[in-house]
T-cell receptor, first 115, second 108 residues
Framework: NAGVTQTPKFQVLKTGQSMTLQCAQD?????MYWYRQDPGMGLRLIYY???????DKGEVPNGYNVSRLNKREFSLRLESAAPSQTSVYFC??????????????FGPGTRLTVT | QKEVEQNSGPLSVPEGAIASLNCTYS??????FFWYRQYSGKSPELIMS????GDKEDGRFTAQLNKASQYVSLLIRDSQPSDSATYLC????????FGTGTRLQVFP
């Protein structure tokens, strides 16, 4: 049982390049999330997906797109990377619904640098 | 204004002391809360959840929820250097929005 996995762990991009961050969970959770974390800013929600086939914007969605490929996988795409997107990105998942605690499980993070 | 507010710190306490971490919230969010701990360079991990008014104790940790005053707190008794981390408060909702976190430093 791997929990939440993220790839890659580290990435350096040049301004204008694109890339996709991958996230997968094996806990059969229905909800998945993408956060970014910058020094002094805490965790900020980029996008979330309450169920397969649905996605919603969070606090800071501009410059990102997401795809909920299936119940297990939720990817985050940067179409044209900018230095302001240098950050640590965390994926998380939880089971939402009656009788569940909404406790989130986090992946190990992806450290992205845009030069 | 963010729905959940925390003092970013750092909060410095000596080893063995009680560390008190606070979080205030707007009345628009859930009135159940999580406390997460995040070590430097690591991902957040859940340490406490509180779903009703009052206190909840788990080992050296006590979470307190005061709905009338709209704050939730985390007390760490007998603080250890290994407790040095950032502590994040979040309401229990399907769209989990975190506070900015409070950095705790416990010195020997």
């Amino acid at each position: 049982n791997a929990g939440v996995t993220q790839t890659p762990k580290f990435q350096v991009l040049k301004t204008g390049q694109s890339m996709t961050l991958q996230c997968a969970q094996d806990m059969n959770h229905n909800s998945m999330y993408w956060y970014r974390q910058d020094p002094g800013m805490g965790l900020r929600l980029i996008y979330y997906s309450a169920s397969e086939g649905t996605t919603d914007k969070g606090e800071v969605p501009n410059g990102y797109n997401v795809s909920r490929l299936n119940k297990r996988e939720f990817s985050l795409r940067l179409e044209s990377a900018a230095p302001s997107q240098t950050s640590v990105y965390f994926c998380a998942s939880t089971q939402v619904g009656t009788g569940f605690s909404y406790e989130q499980y986090f992946g190990p993070g992806t450290r992205l640098t845009v030069t | 204004q963010k729905e959940v507010e925390q003092n970013s710190g750092p909060l410095s306490v000596p080893e063995g002391a009680i560390a008190s971490l606070n979080c205030t919230y707007s009345d628009r969010v859930s009135q159940s809360f999580f406390w997460y701990r995040q070590y430097s360079g690591k991902s957040p991990e859940l340490i406490m959840s509180i779903y009703s008014n009052g206190d909840k104790e788990d080992g050296r940790f006590t979470a307190q929820l005061n709905k009338a005053s709209q704050y939730v707190s985390l007390l760490i008794r007998d603080s250890q250097p290994s407790d040095s981390a950032t502590y994040l408060c979040a309401p229990c909702t399907d769209k989990l929005i975190f506070g900015t976190g409070t950095r705790l430093q416990v010195f020997p």
